[in-house]
């Protein structure tokens, strides 16, 4: 802990020895404002184009109140110099009057005067109840100069809101209240998905290098996002983020992000396991598109099946969701967005190889056909053959094998307010483990332990969706989702077999009650799961059929306060009726201070052996303590409340855009299946019979000390126990304490990032009923990972990518993973006491090439 503080002194140092020498170099500066005429975003882009001459350090013009501010040195120019620079483009100052030739030049949706005399239309305009999104899309020249694009097409990300260009290439599209990201395409031009940081005058330049960027007054695209104007508090993680890792699969895309804890959930599958506000995975839910992605049994290797390369962004949210998406979500929600065809790269490679011998390869190909269809196809095939055994004890430090998965997807859009996605998806995954000298002919054998899980899973999808083109904030949907997975696995002498089959359809309305202050969602859902698994000699077999309604009110008062209340029913026909009650609420009491408080409930089933596999690779006996027939396992589905407030402040900071966050949230559990390690010799499942609850603080910090250098700071707090047997404990494998800094420098092609990670000591369960040789600490030590990347863009179109990093770079490890190792059919062999790294320095290699 004294290390951490330590850590902590030098980088606050750092940063004020920083800030010390910013305010020094613009000692001698001066702000002044003045009024400027405008009309647009293209006018606030020539406005400070014209206002940054020598002598000038930054110029922010707002087109809302018309304002220009600067920051300037008087010694170096005259502001009577920079307002005739300004009127010399066509822009009236206080001082200066742009001339009638110069202004006539100006582009018609730029001609501010002509507004001004239709100040009362204007007025009128703003009475109204539904607030938009307004903008210009232009394509630049290399140049520099503008030409307004009429037909281009915006769209907020996931919903069938959208609209196009006017022949000036304006445009005017309703507030989604979900909607922190637009997608604006054009023929012939990239694709891309651009921030909306206010209702305003958003400017989009479709470059002649087809790369988009949006003007407002934040200037910048950031690769981790946070919405600024819905009650749901949401982060996304952008493509530019997950390309600052490897990002093989999903499990490894959140290495640079605070919030999301993911590590080895034993020493042999290796199987990874994320953690939200304290708690595991099994209690976030994980969807993918809005659909259900890898849960039940596919709970422990699911996150390795959706390869990073496929993902577009990430979106993270804390807390209760909402109830459009099910009742399961406890922790939180993660929801992944794949590329798209329609928006992404025709042809996308990527190739990575480790030095523990993994490789890796991607294909991603999109294709345009015709109008109104298109397709996509993504690829993923990755396979370890040799057999590493870091620590040398005589175990493979992850399991060899090959693992293949590929989509294929097509979306049509009749341009009318009718889209239909629709597409496949499969995943072959066969790895072997454990001994390095096992081989298959071992197989439930004393000669060598092994391990064996063959995978392979079927699945299906389609969205519809249709928007009523008189009435764009009515619509309406449909999702379906089916698939099967199948698992073949063993543990040594023990087997575990398990398949599960399910089908999911919602069916989603949206509409207005009188003006789009006030919107709701309703619908129906259907959720249908067969389980049939095998433990050893015991069958465990269930339908779990879950139809439901919801009903989800938006309130939207102003640009300050808003409020999302949403409740579900639903009849489980293993536990009968519940219902989901959820409230979000926002408030933004001074402009850049943003206030959330949430709260709900969330309700599951557990899955007691998918969920607990890294358990299995020991000597533990299998305990179930049941009350309940008819029950999954016996048991009672798991429930807690989950309330949650958070803050984030925006300010400026070196000149530049900076974020403070805060949050705070408790789950409390009115029921849970505890999955009891107290006893080494044995594993028990029991209803929760005393108090479960976690507490989770957050503090954030996101600066810019340089240009094109981005720094995020943040710590965790966790306070997470559950009552174990008749004593209030804590959570096994949980770090009270957590600390996170990420540095990213970008600079002519070459992009460096660093990351460390500290994480504080966790509670051991007992094993003190061993033998001496056999025990672990109470508790472990705290320790530091190091990660970092460094990678360079090649050629004029920058179409090729190459990457070196490193992982653990401190050669951290975890010493003594496996006890009783050289005795794995003794009574004391475990594999799954796992508080560390398994393996040291990990460096590895790769490369991205695209065809836009």
Same mark, same amino acid.
């Given at each position: 802990?004294?290390?951490?503080?330590?850590?902590?002194? $030098?980088?606050? @140092?750092?940063?004020?020895?920083?800030?010390?020498?910013?305010?020094?170099?613009?000692?001698?500066?001066?702000?002044?404002?003045?009024?400027?005429?405008?009309?647009?975003?293209? *006018?606030?882009?020539?406005?400070?184009?014209?206002?940054?001459?020598?002598?000038?350090?930054?110029?922010?013009?707002?087109?809302?109140?018309?304002? @220009?501010?600067?920051?300037?040195?008087?010694?170096?120019?005259?502001?009577?110099?920079?307002?005739?620079?300004?009127?010399?483009?066509?822009?009236?100052?206080?001082?200066?009057?742009?001339?009638?030739?110069?202004? =006539?030049?100006?582009?018609?949706? *730029?001609?501010?005067?002509?507004?001004?005399?239709? %100040?009362?239309?204007?007025? /009128?305009?703003?009475?109204?109840?539904?607030?938009?999104?307004?903008?210009?899309?232009?394509?630049?020249?290399?140049?520099?100069?503008?030409?307004?694009?009429?037909?281009?097409?915006?769209? &907020? @990300?996931?919903?069938?809101?959208?609209?196009?260009?006017?022949?000036?290439?304006?445009?005017?599209?309703?507030?989604?209240?979900?909607?922190?990201?637009?997608?604006?395409?054009?023929?012939?031009?990239?694709?891309?998905?651009?921030?909306?940081?206010?209702?305003?005058?958003?400017?989009?330049?479709?470059?002649?290098?087809?790369?988009? =960027?949006?003007?407002?007054?934040?200037?910048?695209?950031?690769?981790?996002?946070?919405?600024?104007?819905?009650?749901?508090?949401?982060?996304?993680?952008?493509?530019?983020?997950?390309?600052?890792?490897? *990002?093989?699969?999903?499990?490894?895309?959140?290495?640079?992000?605070?919030?999301?804890?993911?590590?080895?959930?034993?020493?042999?599958?290796?199987?990874?396991?994320?953690?939200?506000?304290?708690?595991?995975?099994?209690?976030?839910?994980?969807?993918?598109?809005?659909?259900?992605?890898?849960?039940?049994?596919?709970?422990?290797?699911?996150? +390795?099946?959706?390869?990073?390369?496929?993902?577009?962004?990430?979106?993270?949210?804390?807390?209760?969701?909402?109830?459009?998406?099910?009742?399961? %979500?406890?922790?939180?929600?993660?929801?992944?967005?794949?590329?798209?065809?329609?928006?992404?790269?025709?042809?996308?490679?990527?190739?990575?190889?480790?030095?523990?011998?993994?490789?890796?390869?991607?294909?991603?190909?999109?294709?345009?056909?015709?109008?109104?269809?298109?397709?996509?196809?993504?690829?993923?095939?990755?396979?370890?053959?040799?057999?590493?055994?870091?620590?040398?004890?005589?175990?493979?430090?992850?399991?060899?094998?090959?693992?293949?998965?590929?989509? =294929?997807?097509?979306?049509?859009?009749? +341009?009318?307010?009718?889209?239909?996605?629709?597409?496949?998806?499969?995943?072959?995954?066969?790895?072997?483990?454990?001994?390095?000298?096992?081989?298959?002919?071992?197989?439930?054998?004393?000669?060598?332990?092994?391990?064996? $899980?063959?995978?392979?899973?079927?699945?299906?999808?389609?969205?519809?969706?249709?928007?009523?083109?008189?009435?764009?904030?009515?619509?309406?949907?449909?999702?379906?989702?089916?698939?099967?997975?199948?698992?073949?696995?063993?543990?040594?002498?023990?087997?575990?077999?398990?398949?599960?089959?399910?089908?999911?359809?919602?069916?989603?309305?949206?509409?207005?009650?009188?003006?789009?202050?006030?919107?709701?969602?309703?619908?129906?859902?259907?959720? /249908?799961?067969?389980?049939?698994?095998?433990?050893?000699?015991?069958?465990?077999?269930?339908?779990?059929?879950?139809?439901?309604?919801?009903?989800?009110?938006?309130?939207?008062?102003?640009?300050?306060?808003?409020?999302?209340?949403?409740?579900?029913?639903?009849?489980?026909?293993?536990?009968?009726?519940?219902?989901?009650?959820?409230?979000?609420?926002?408030?933004?009491?001074?402009?850049?201070?943003?206030?959330?408080?949430?709260?709900?409930?969330?309700?599951?089933?557990? =899955?007691?052996?998918?969920?607990?596999?890294?358990?299995? @690779?020991?000597?533990?006996?299998?305990?179930?303590?049941?009350?309940?027939?008819?029950?999954?396992?016996?048991?009672?589905?798991?429930?807690?409340?989950?309330?949650?407030?958070?803050?984030?402040?925006?300010?400026?900071?070196?000149?530049?855009?900076?974020?403070?966050?805060?949050?705070?949230?408790? +789950?409390?559990?009115?029921?849970?299946?505890?999955?009891?390690?107290?006893?080494?010799?044995?594993?028990?499942?029991?209803?929760?019979?005393?108090?479960?609850?976690?507490?989770?603080?957050?503090?954030?910090?996101?600066?810019?000390?340089?240009?094109?250098?981005?720094?995020?700071?943040?710590?965790?707090?966790?306070?997470?126990?559950?009552?174990?047997?008749?004593?209030?404990?804590?959570?096994?494998?949980?770090?009270?304490?957590? /600390?996170?800094?990420?540095?990213?420098?970008?600079?002519?092609? &070459?992009?460096?990032?660093?990351?460390?990670?500290?994480?504080?000591?966790?509670?051991?369960?007992?094993? /003190?009923?061993?033998?001496?040789?056999?025990?672990?600490?109470?508790?472990?030590?705290?320790?530091?990972?190091?990660?970092?990347?460094?990678?360079?863009?090649?050629?004029?179109?920058?179409?090729?990518?190459?990457?070196?990093?490193?992982? +653990?770079?401190?050669?951290?490890?975890?010493?003594?993973?496996?006890?009783?190792?050289?005795?794995?059919?003794?009574?004391?062999?475990?594999?799954?006491? $796992?508080?560390?790294?398994?393996?040291?320095?990990?460096?590895?290699?790769?490369?991205?090439?695209?065809?836009?």
């Amino acid at each position: 802990m004294i290390k951490f503080f330590q850590y902590t002194a $030098i980088a606050v @140092l750092s940063l004020f020895l920083v800030f010390i020498a910013a305010a020094q170099n613009n000692g001698n500066a001066e702000t002044a404002a003045f009024k400027v005429a405008g009309a647009c975003g293209m *006018c606030q882009q020539r406005i400070e184009k014209a206002a940054r001459i020598k002598g000038v350090q930054s110029a922010k013009w707002n087109v809302n109140t018309q304002m @220009l501010t600067l920051t300037y040195q008087p010694s170096a120019v005259s502001l009577e110099n920079i307002h005739a620079r300004i009127a010399a483009v066509g822009h009236d100052t206080e001082l200066k009057k742009a001339t009638d030739k110069t202004y =006539n030049t100006l582009p018609e949706c *730029c001609l501010y005067r002509d507004m001004e005399a239709e %100040s009362d239309n204007t007025a /009128a305009l703003s009475q109204s109840n539904e607030p938009a999104i307004t903008g210009v899309v232009l394509a630049e020249d290399n140049k520099g100069n503008f030409t307004a694009l009429a037909g281009a097409t915006i769209a &907020w @990300l996931n919903t069938h809101k959208g609209t196009t260009s006017d022949k000036h290439g304006v445009f005017s599209l309703p507030v989604d209240q979900r909607g922190l990201l637009l997608v604006i395409s054009y023929t012939g031009y990239r694709s891309d998905t651009v921030q909306v940081t206010d209702n305003n005058a958003l400017h989009v330049v479709m470059a002649s290098d087809q790369q988009l =960027n949006t003007i407002t007054v934040t200037a910048r695209r950031k690769s981790m996002l946070v919405n600024t104007s819905d009650a749901f508090r949401t982060t996304t993680i952008t493509s530019k983020e997950l390309m600052k890792a490897a *990002c093989c699969n999903l499990s490894e895309s959140f290495e640079t992000n605070p919030s999301v804890d993911v590590s080895y959930s034993d020493a042999v599958t290796g199987s990874k396991q994320i953690q939200l506000l304290g708690l595991s995975g099994n209690y976030t839910q994980l969807t993918v598109e809005n659909l259900p992605g890898p849960r039940g049994i596919a709970t422990p290797l699911g996150l +390795n099946s959706i390869a990073g390369p496929w993902i577009e962004s990430i979106q993270l949210s804390k807390g209760t969701g909402s109830v459009v998406n099910g009742f399961e %979500s406890i922790a939180g929600q993660i929801n992944v967005e794949l590329k798209k065809p329609e928006n992404t790269d025709r042809l996308y490679a990527n190739g990575y190889v480790n030095s523990m011998g993994r490789s890796d390869l991607n294909l991603n190909l999109s294709q345009q056909i015709g109008s109104k269809w298109s397709a996509g196809l993504l690829l993923h095939d990755n396979f370890l053959y040799s057999k590493p055994d870091f620590n040398k004890d005589g175990f493979r430090d992850l399991p060899t094998g090959n693992l293949f998965s590929g989509i =294929n997807r097509w979306k049509y859009d009749d +341009n009318k307010g009718l889209v239909v996605q629709f597409g496949v998806k499969v995943l072959a995954d066969d790895r072997i483990g454990g001994e390095t000298a096992y081989n298959t002919g071992d197989k439930f054998s004393t000669d060598h332990y092994g391990m064996g $899980i063959k995978t392979n899973r079927y699945e299906g999808f389609a969205k519809i969706g249709y928007v009523f083109p008189e009435k764009k904030y009515k619509s309406i949907g449909l999702q379906l989702s089916a698939f099967n997975h199948k698992q073949d696995a063993y543990f040594g002498l023990t087997p575990y077999d398990a398949e599960q089959s399910n089908f999911y359809s919602n069916l989603i309305f949206q509409s207005i009650i009188g003006n789009t202050a006030h919107k709701y969602r309703t619908g129906l859902s259907f959720s /249908a799961d067969r389980y049939n698994e095998l433990y050893q000699t015991l069958a465990f077999k269930r339908n779990e059929i879950v139809p439901g309604a919801f009903f989800e009110y938006t309130y939207t008062m102003n640009e300050k306060f808003n409020v999302v209340a949403g409740i579900r029913a639903d009849h489980n026909n293993l536990y009968g009726w519940f219902a989901t009650p959820r409230l979000n609420l926002r408030y933004e009491p001074v402009a850049g201070t943003i206030i959330r408080a949430s709260a709900g409930r969330g309700q599951r089933t557990a =899955n007691i052996f998918a969920e607990n596999m890294g358990a299995l @690779l020991s000597a533990r006996m299998i305990n179930i303590i049941t009350g309940v027939d008819g029950k999954a396992y016996g048991l009672n589905p798991e429930v807690s409340w989950n309330k949650g407030i958070s803050v984030d402040q925006q300010f400026t900071l070196f000149t530049r855009d900076a974020m403070l966050s805060v949050d705070f949230f408790r +789950n409390d559990f009115t029921n849970q299946v505890v999955a009891d390690m107290e006893d080494p010799r044995q594993l028990k499942f029991y209803n929760l019979t005393g108090r479960s609850y976690s507490n989770s603080f957050q503090s954030e910090l996101s600066v810019m000390p340089a240009e094109k250098l981005e720094l995020r700071l943040a710590y965790r707090w966790f306070d997470v126990k559950t009552t174990y047997g008749n004593e209030l404990l804590q959570k096994p494998f949980t770090a009270e304490h957590r /600390a996170f800094a990420n540095l990213a420098y970008a600079l002519q092609g &070459w992009k460096l990032d660093y990351t460390i990670n500290y994480v504080g000591a966790k509670r051991i369960p007992s094993t /003190a009923a061993n033998p001496v040789a056999y025990h672990m600490p109470v508790q472990s030590p705290d320790y530091f990972t190091m990660n970092a990347q460094v990678s360079k863009s090649l050629g004029k179109a920058k179409a090729l990518e190459l990457y070196v990093g490193g992982e +653990n770079l401190t050669n951290y490890f975890q010493k003594n993973v496996i006890i009783a190792a050289a005795q794995p059919f003794g009574d004391y062999f475990d594999a799954s006491m $796992i508080w560390g790294p398994v393996s040291g320095r990990l460096l590895y290699a790769g490369f991205r090439y695209r065809i836009k």
